[in-house]
């Protein structure tokens, strides 16, 4: 079955640099997630979007922004990038939001900024 | 506020023997989902086992149990015959119902020994 695709894996950029991370959710999916786990932590919920349109908000820095796509992917774009955003960030899909969707996590991208 | 609470930040378990995993939850919301994840070293974190807290019967997938006690907001996870490859950290999650987020506990890291 198909997954959550997220790309790149790995990451590695500089203080103050941009970047920008991909999802593909699973097809038919129209809702998307994005979490970030710092090191030894537990995921923190940063922003979702359902049907193409954010739908909550969490612990996302005014340096990240994102949306979702016409075809649903969705891209977390960070500028000004700082040491402290190294984690591993997480996009997962379901569908719909009711308790009983089951948010299907992708592999990860994992950042490091130097 | 919404709140999970996983009071064992590690557990060891034989293998072929049973283990429990604690996980408390906080919510003012009558209808909400529960989760819970496996985060292997590897990174990624795969969906195990839901229960809603409409559900009157505990659920079961496969190796996994969820021991659901409402009146206790408790939902804890049982994994029967344990594996090495049980091997990893495991996270509780509850969403609420028509909401997009999703928080995590801090974790439980499980050593199976041979």
């Known amino acids: 079955a198909a997954g959550v695709i997220q790309s790149p894996r790995h990451l590695i950029k500089e203080k103050r640099e941009t970047a920008t991370l991909k999802c593909y959710p699973i097809?038919?999916?129209?809702?998307v997630y994005w979490y970030q786990q710092g090191p030894g932590q537990d995921p923190q919920f940063l922003i979702s979007f359902y049907e193409k349109m954010q739908s909550d908000k969490g612990s996302i820095p005014d340096r990240f922004s994102a949306q979702q796509f016409s075809d649903y992917h969705s891209e977390l774009n960070m500028s000004s990038l700082e040491l402290g955003d190294s984690a591993l960030y997480f996009c997962?899909?379901?569908?719909?939001?009711?308790?009983?969707?089951?948010?299907?996590f992708g592999p990860g991208t994992r950042l490091l900024v130097l | 506020a919404q709140k999970i609470t996983q009071t064992q930040p590690g557990m060891f378990v034989q293998e072929k023997e049973a283990v429990t995993l604690d996980c408390t939850y906080d919510t003012s919301d009558q209808s909400y989902g529960l989760f819970w994840y496996k985060q292997p070293s590897s990174g990624e974190m795969i969906f195990l086992i839901y229960q809603g807290s409409y559900d009157e019967q505990n659920a079961t997938e496969g190796r996994y149990s969820l021991n659901f006690q409402k009146a206790r907001k408790s939902a804890n996870l049982v994994i029967s015959a344990s594996q090495l490859g049980d091997s990893a950290m495991y996270f509780c999650?509850?969403?609420?119902?028509?909401?997009?987020?999703?928080?995590f506990g801090a974790g439980t890291r499980l050593f199976v020994k041979a």
């Open positions: 997962a899909s379901s569908l719909g939001t009711t308790p009983g969707e089951t948010q299907y």
């Open positions: 999650a509850m969403g609420e119902t028509g909401g997009f987020k999703t928080i």
């Open positions: 097809p038919r999916h129209d809702t």
